[in-house]
């Protein structure tokens, strides 16, 4: 084994003892695909992120008894695809950051979550939806939202065009019973009922 020149000994000595020279990195170029994560007051819950995402970086989940979804975007799975910011329907709930550097010792901070209020069905008890993707829907349908009684109640609540004690489990109130929030199948239970 040769032994070191003095040359390159005093090379590591005075880069020991100088600062570091490590520059910052370059400017991030325009098209950069970073780690996604949630605008909280901009993603309406709708899914759409989890459906297109191939490596299955995405999950949520249902909670019935507080009303509440919550989901989770890992990015340690993540491969930078840019598919679920291009599949958010509202164009703003799910971006990709600038951040170059984004690698950590701890897994618990690569998280980035969403949390929205859910809508239950008022018969069966299950999910109809989140309550902001309603109302977006409603707000994108303007005038044909009205087709459709959930996103109806959604429109005229986000308005305050309704009572908040709605009859809608009063027995002389037959009207009434197409005011509840009901998931499609009980919808169609409901208008099969009345039809016969």
């Known amino acids: 084994m040769r032994l070191p ?7 590591a000595l005075r880069s020991f003892f100088s600062r570091a020279y490590t520059g910052k990195y370059f400017p991030v170029p325009e098209g950069f695909r970073g780690t996604p994560y949630y605008h909280e007051d901009d993603c309406v ?19 019935k008894v507080k009303k509440l979804r919550t989901l989770t975007q890992h990015q340690e799975l993540c491969i930078n695809c840019q598919q679920c910011e291009r599949a958010c329907i509202t164009e703003k709930g799910i971006i ?3 951040d170059y550097d984004t690698s950590t ?10 949390n929205k209020a859910l809508v239950i069905c008022e018969d069966c008890g299950e999910v ?4 902001d993707h309603i109302k977006f829907l409603a707000r ?4 044909l939202a009205f087709t459709n009684p959930t996103l109806l109640q959604a429109r005229h609540d986000e308005l305050n065009a309704l009572e908040k004690e709605t009859p809608s489990n009063s027995s002389h109130h037959r009207a009434a019973i197409h005011l509840k929030i009901t998931c499609p ?10 039809q016969w």
């Open 128 to 131: 109809v939806g989140c309550v």
């Open 105 to 114: 010792y701890d897994r618990t901070l690569g998280i980035s979550q969403s």
């Open 185 to 194: 199948a009980c919808r169609r239970a409901i208008l099969l009922r009345e």
């Open 45 to 63: 819950g709708c899914l759409a992120c989890l459906e297109v995402c191939p490596a299955r970086a995405i999950d949520y989940v249902d909670d």
């Open 96 to 98: 990709l950051s600038k």
């Open 140 to 143: 994108k349908l303007g005038p």
């Open 5 to 11: 020149k003095i040359r390159e000994i005093g090379e």
